[in-house]
């Protein structure tokens, strides 16, 4: 079993930054895909960002230019650093991740419980 748990979220003002962090921890051989999503209240959850294991990354429209998402496979973690950011960024925060928890076996997908971001003056 992996677990993943999220950190850094907070209030901040419009135009702030955040950096948040995911942990993978537990039976770990690799990490694969990580991602962030996020769900304001109201509305569906969407995909923020995803980073593939070679580092290249995809972005929804809104947060381009403005959020980066890294990864440290040392570290089991991905990192989601958010910048200028605004009061439609207000969500729920949730991390994802395909992980090759045995070598040559398929991955099995994981989800954090989510750190509550505010944007708001």
């Known amino acids: 079993q992996v677990q993943l748990v999220e950190s850094g979220g907070g209030l901040v003002q419009p135009g702030g930054s955040l950096r948040l962090s995911c942990v993978a921890s537990g039976r770990i051989f690799k990490m694969h895909t990580m991602a962030w999503y996020r769900q304001a209240s109201g509305k569906e959850r969407e995909l923020v960002a995803a980073i593939i294991s070679s580092g290249s990354a995809n972005y929804v429209d809104s947060v381009k230019g403005r959020f980066t998402i890294s990864r440290d496979d040392a570290k089991n973690t991905v990192y989601l650093q958010m910048n200028s950011l605004k009061p439609e960024d207000t969500a729920v925060y949730v991390c994802?991740?395909?992980?090759?928890?045995?070598?040559?076996?398929?991955?099995?997908?994981?989800w954090g419980q989510g750190t509550q971001v505010t944007v708001s003056s």
């Open positions: 994802n991740a395909n992980v090759e928890e045995i070598m040559w076996r398929p991955t099995s997908n994981y």
